[in-house]
Protein backbone atom coordinates (compact mmCIF):
# COMPACT_ATOMS: atom_id res chain seq x y z
CA UNK A 1 0.00 0.00 0.00
CA UNK A 2 1.25 3.14 -0.75
CA UNK A 3 2.01 6.37 1.98
CA UNK A 4 -0.31 8.17 0.69
CA UNK A 5 -3.01 7.92 -2.09
CA UNK A 6 -4.93 10.30 -3.70
CA UNK A 7 -7.21 10.45 -6.76
CA UNK A 8 -5.77 11.77 -9.34
CA UNK A 9 -9.13 13.32 -10.62
CA UNK A 10 -9.25 15.60 -13.16
CA UNK A 11 -12.65 16.90 -11.01
CA UNK A 12 -14.09 19.32 -13.63
CA UNK A 13 -16.98 21.01 -11.55
CA UNK A 14 -18.74 24.37 -12.37
CA UNK A 15 -18.59 27.67 -10.41
CA UNK A 16 -20.14 27.77 -7.14
CA UNK A 17 -19.88 23.64 -6.62
CA UNK A 18 -19.64 21.98 -3.47
CA UNK A 19 -16.80 19.45 -4.01
CA UNK A 20 -14.60 16.90 -1.87
CA UNK A 21 -11.45 15.20 -2.17
CA UNK A 22 -10.28 12.55 0.14
CA UNK A 23 -6.41 11.14 0.77
CA UNK A 24 -5.55 7.38 2.89
CA UNK A 25 -2.30 7.10 4.55
CA UNK A 26 -0.94 4.01 5.74
CA UNK A 27 1.01 4.83 8.79
CA UNK A 28 -1.43 4.33 11.88
CA UNK A 29 1.29 6.56 13.86
CA UNK A 30 1.39 9.68 11.41
CA UNK A 31 0.37 12.89 13.70
CA UNK A 32 0.50 15.81 11.31
CA UNK A 33 -1.45 16.63 8.36
CA UNK A 34 -1.45 19.44 5.81
CA UNK A 35 -3.02 20.57 2.71
CA UNK A 36 -1.18 22.01 0.06
CA UNK A 37 -2.32 24.04 -3.58
CA UNK A 38 0.04 23.89 -6.36
CA UNK A 39 -0.72 25.58 -9.43
CA UNK A 40 0.58 24.54 -12.44
CA UNK A 41 4.13 25.38 -13.18
CA UNK A 42 4.67 26.55 -9.43
CA UNK A 43 5.88 25.69 -6.29
CA UNK A 44 3.09 24.06 -3.60
CA UNK A 45 1.28 26.50 -1.08
CA UNK A 46 0.37 25.61 2.24
CA UNK A 47 -3.61 25.47 2.17
CA UNK A 48 -3.95 24.66 5.60
CA UNK A 49 -3.29 21.94 8.47
CA UNK A 50 -5.44 19.34 9.52
CA UNK A 51 -6.65 18.88 13.43
CA UNK A 52 -8.13 16.20 15.01
CA UNK A 53 -10.95 17.93 15.68
CA UNK A 54 -11.43 18.69 12.26
CA UNK A 55 -11.32 22.90 10.92
CA UNK A 56 -12.40 25.13 9.02
CA UNK A 57 -11.11 28.03 6.63
CA UNK A 58 -13.77 30.18 4.83
CA UNK A 59 -14.62 28.05 2.09
CA UNK A 60 -12.57 25.06 2.73
CA UNK A 61 -13.15 22.32 5.56
CA UNK A 62 -10.44 19.75 6.17
CA UNK A 63 -11.33 16.88 8.17
CA UNK A 64 -9.40 13.99 9.37
CA UNK A 65 -10.69 10.01 10.29
CA UNK A 66 -8.00 8.18 12.71
CA UNK A 67 -9.79 5.15 12.32
CA UNK A 68 -9.85 4.98 8.97
CA UNK A 69 -6.91 6.67 8.30
CA UNK A 70 -8.02 9.45 5.57
CA UNK A 71 -8.21 13.12 5.68
CA UNK A 72 -10.78 14.84 3.14
CA UNK A 73 -10.58 18.34 2.01
CA UNK A 74 -14.07 19.98 1.47
CA UNK A 75 -14.45 23.01 -0.53
CA UNK A 76 -18.02 25.06 -0.80
CA UNK A 77 -19.05 27.50 -3.51
CA UNK A 78 -16.23 27.20 -5.72
CA UNK A 79 -14.50 29.56 -7.64
CA UNK A 80 -12.27 29.73 -11.04
CA UNK A 81 -9.30 30.61 -8.85
CA UNK A 82 -9.45 27.01 -7.12
CA UNK A 83 -8.38 25.20 -10.13
CA UNK A 84 -5.77 23.57 -8.87
CA UNK A 85 -3.93 20.51 -7.86
CA UNK A 86 -4.40 19.79 -4.26
CA UNK A 87 -1.67 17.74 -2.29
CA UNK A 88 -2.01 15.25 0.35
CA UNK A 89 0.80 16.24 3.14
CA UNK A 90 1.37 13.54 6.07
CA UNK A 91 4.26 13.19 7.97
CA UNK A 92 6.27 9.65 8.90
CA UNK A 93 7.25 9.61 12.63
CA UNK A 94 10.46 6.95 11.17
CA UNK A 95 12.11 6.50 8.35
CA UNK A 96 14.20 8.88 6.04
CA UNK A 97 11.21 11.37 4.74
CA UNK A 98 9.70 13.77 7.44
CA UNK A 99 6.90 14.19 5.15
CA UNK A 100 5.44 12.32 2.04
CA UNK A 101 3.32 13.78 -0.42
CA UNK A 102 0.51 12.69 -1.92
CA UNK A 103 0.34 12.75 -5.95
CA UNK A 104 -2.14 15.07 -5.75
CA UNK A 105 -5.98 15.19 -7.14
CA UNK A 106 -6.76 18.00 -10.22
CA UNK A 107 -9.53 20.49 -9.89
CA UNK A 108 -11.06 22.64 -12.84
CA UNK A 109 -13.80 25.03 -11.71
CA UNK A 110 -15.54 25.44 -14.75
CA UNK A 111 -17.71 28.72 -15.76
CA UNK B 1 10.42 40.29 2.42
CA UNK B 2 10.46 37.26 4.06
CA UNK B 3 10.68 33.98 2.03
CA UNK B 4 13.05 31.92 0.32
CA UNK B 5 14.68 32.02 -2.83
CA UNK B 6 15.84 29.79 -5.60
CA UNK B 7 18.16 30.47 -8.44
CA UNK B 8 18.43 29.64 -11.66
CA UNK B 9 14.90 29.65 -12.61
CA UNK B 10 15.50 27.40 -15.69
CA UNK B 11 19.09 25.99 -15.90
CA UNK B 12 20.33 23.91 -18.76
CA UNK B 13 23.08 20.74 -18.37
CA UNK B 14 25.17 19.03 -20.08
CA UNK B 15 26.96 15.79 -20.32
CA UNK B 16 28.94 15.14 -17.82
CA UNK B 17 28.81 18.16 -16.19
CA UNK B 18 27.95 19.03 -12.33
CA UNK B 19 25.46 21.61 -11.68
CA UNK B 20 24.76 23.48 -8.43
CA UNK B 21 21.30 25.16 -7.92
CA UNK B 22 21.19 28.09 -4.86
CA UNK B 23 18.51 28.01 -2.33
CA UNK B 24 18.25 30.80 0.37
CA UNK B 25 15.88 31.51 3.03
CA UNK B 26 15.71 34.36 5.83
CA UNK B 27 12.77 33.37 7.30
CA UNK B 28 15.16 31.80 10.26
CA UNK B 29 14.19 28.07 9.97
CA UNK B 30 16.38 25.34 11.61
CA UNK B 31 15.07 22.42 8.96
CA UNK B 32 15.84 22.83 4.60
CA UNK B 33 14.83 20.73 2.61
CA UNK B 34 15.41 19.56 -1.18
CA UNK B 35 12.13 17.60 -3.54
CA UNK B 36 12.67 16.79 -7.33
CA UNK B 37 9.08 16.71 -9.05
CA UNK B 38 8.58 14.67 -12.27
CA UNK B 39 5.67 14.81 -14.50
CA UNK B 40 2.58 13.63 -12.93
CA UNK B 41 4.30 12.83 -10.09
CA UNK B 42 4.17 13.46 -6.24
CA UNK B 43 7.30 15.70 -4.25
CA UNK B 44 10.70 13.14 -3.53
CA UNK B 45 12.91 14.08 -1.12
CA UNK B 46 16.19 14.38 -2.03
CA UNK B 47 18.42 15.34 0.57
CA UNK B 48 17.22 17.84 4.14
CA UNK B 49 18.98 19.50 6.34
CA UNK B 50 17.97 19.98 10.53
CA UNK B 51 20.63 21.94 11.53
CA UNK B 52 23.65 23.94 10.15
CA UNK B 53 26.52 21.30 9.26
CA UNK B 54 24.21 18.26 9.15
CA UNK B 55 22.41 16.85 6.16
CA UNK B 56 20.49 13.47 5.78
CA UNK B 57 19.95 11.68 2.71
CA UNK B 58 15.98 11.55 1.49
CA UNK B 59 14.52 8.28 -0.55
CA UNK B 60 16.49 9.55 -3.84
CA UNK B 61 19.70 10.92 -2.75
CA UNK B 62 21.75 9.08 -5.59
CA UNK B 63 23.61 11.15 -7.76
CA UNK B 64 23.12 14.42 -5.72
CA UNK B 65 25.18 16.06 -3.23
CA UNK B 66 24.19 18.72 -0.44
CA UNK B 67 26.28 21.25 2.26
CA UNK B 68 24.45 23.39 5.01
CA UNK B 69 27.47 26.01 6.00
CA UNK B 70 25.45 28.38 7.07
CA UNK B 71 21.76 28.28 8.30
CA UNK B 72 20.59 30.65 4.98
CA UNK B 73 21.75 28.67 2.54
CA UNK B 74 21.38 25.08 1.31
CA UNK B 75 22.65 24.39 -1.97
CA UNK B 76 22.64 21.07 -3.98
CA UNK B 77 24.57 20.24 -6.20
CA UNK B 78 23.41 17.40 -9.44
CA UNK B 79 26.33 15.47 -10.42
CA UNK B 80 27.10 13.71 -13.79
CA UNK B 81 26.34 10.43 -11.59
CA UNK B 82 22.66 11.51 -11.71
CA UNK B 83 21.14 9.92 -15.51
CA UNK B 84 18.00 11.38 -15.23
CA UNK B 85 18.16 14.95 -13.87
CA UNK B 86 15.59 16.62 -15.68
CA UNK B 87 12.89 17.76 -13.34
CA UNK B 88 11.61 20.54 -11.12
CA UNK B 89 13.36 20.91 -8.15
CA UNK B 90 11.84 22.59 -5.30
CA UNK B 91 13.59 24.06 -1.78
CA UNK B 92 11.77 24.10 1.46
CA UNK B 93 12.53 25.18 4.53
CA UNK B 94 10.43 24.47 8.04
CA UNK B 95 10.55 25.64 11.92
CA UNK B 96 8.35 22.67 13.02
CA UNK B 97 6.72 20.49 10.62
CA UNK B 98 5.26 22.92 8.23
CA UNK B 99 7.26 23.32 5.24
CA UNK B 100 7.41 26.48 3.21
CA UNK B 101 8.61 26.29 -0.72
CA UNK B 102 10.72 28.72 -2.65
CA UNK B 103 9.90 29.08 -6.51
CA UNK B 104 11.53 25.83 -7.52
CA UNK B 105 14.44 25.53 -10.50
CA UNK B 106 13.38 23.26 -14.09
CA UNK B 107 16.37 21.50 -14.96
CA UNK B 108 16.97 20.59 -18.61
CA UNK B 109 19.57 18.42 -19.69
CA UNK B 110 20.99 19.36 -23.46
Known amino acids: RKEVEQDPGPFNVPEGATVAFNCTYSNSASQSFFWYRQDCRKEPKLLMSVYSSGNEDGRFTAQLNRASQYISLLIRDSKLSDSATYLC????????????FGKGTRLSVIA | DGGITQSPKYLFRKEGQNVTLSCEQN?????MYWYRQDPGQGLRLIYYSQIVNDFQKGDIAEGYSVSREKKESFPLTVTSAQKNPTAFYLC?????????FGPGTRLLVL
Open chain 2, 27 to 31: LNHDA
Open chain 2, 92 to 100: ASSMEETQY
Open chain 1, 89 to 100: VVNLPSGNTPLV
